[in-house]
């Protein structure tokens, strides 16, 4: 089944209150529940999709502030539910060194006005948020998790099987510290690198479908996507591009030679 998918594309004067409000509303819209705030920070959990038990919850947690009048910093954690609301740079799985040490940083002319598109994605196999600049093309965030339609047998149905966009990169995401291979915040590889830039010779862009998801350490395979997730050759395409290929409908989730997709139809 496709990926259930919303788009909109919001203008206005933006502020970090503004921000968390559109964010807020948008984890919640694909399942996120709330389940702190204070200040301008907030977490977030979500289930498992075959499980309901605190331990297999993934969790996330921002930080949106306005250090001066024309710039919104964005700072992101996700983890497990070892971590729980306990969400550290030093803890978690997911984004200490991608995010925490370089904060995304929306720089903008005192009162401009400027559209950011927020994107949702959501099935049993993805629960995603990404908003980029609309107006510049500049990638903001993307927080969310995949749990893969398959996992390998050794991965017992007890442990918490989810991955995370590694920082603003939405070509690589990251293993969380509660799953089997006890990893210490390891890359998970599409190995799409060398994916070619545009189009093939048939006049298509080339199209990888159900993912093999690989470790960056132990040369483990941890899991595989349907054929709703894929990669896509993007050399030339923005972020957040909607496109047809052999009938179906696919987004490519970030710009460059090569992006992870999503089929909404």
Not at 73 to 98: E, F, H, M, V, Y
Not at 121 to 140: G, Q
Request: hydrophobic share 40%.
């Amino acid at each position: 089944m496709p990926v259930a998918f919303t788009s909109e594309i919001v203008n206005d004067t933006w502020d970090a209150a503004k921000y968390r409000a559109a964010l807020n509303s948008k984890l919640i819209s694909i399942g996120f529940r709330q389940e702190t705030a204070s200040g301008n920070e907030a977490v977030f959990s979500i289930n498992a999709p075959s499980s309901e038990a605190p331990k297999d919850r993934s969790y996330l947690k921002y930080l949106v502030e306005q250090p001066s009048a024309t710039n919104i910093k964005i700072q992101l954690w996700q983890g497990d539910g070892n971590n729980g609301l306990t969400l550290t740079p030093n803890t978690i799985g997911i984004s200490s060194d991608a995010i925490f040490n370089t904060a995304v940083n929306i720089n903008y002319s005192h009162n401009e006005n400027f559209q950011i598109r927020w994107v949702t994605f959501k099935s049993d196999e993805i629960a995603l948020v990404c908003a980029c600049r609309s107006d510049n093309n500049t990638a903001l965030m993307s927080l969310g998790f995949i749990f893969p339609a398959i996992k390998p047998t050794w991965w017992g149905s007890t442990s918490l099987y989810a991955f995370a966009p590694n920082g603003g990169d939405i070509g690589r995401f990251r293993v969380l510290p509660g799953n089997p291979m006890n990893p210490s915040q390891h890359d998970v590889l599409f190995n799409a690198e060398s994916f070619p830039v545009n189009a093939n010779p048939g006049g298509t862009r080339d199209t990888l479908k159900r993912l093999i998801l690989s470790s960056s350490t132990g040369n483990a395979i941890c899991g595989q996507t349907s054929s709703d997730l894929g990669i896509i050759a993007a050399g030339g395409l923005p972020h957040l591009h909607q496109h047809s290929i052999d009938g179906q409908t696919w987004i490519t989730v970030r710009g460059g030679n090569w992006s992870f997709a999503v089929r909404i139809a």
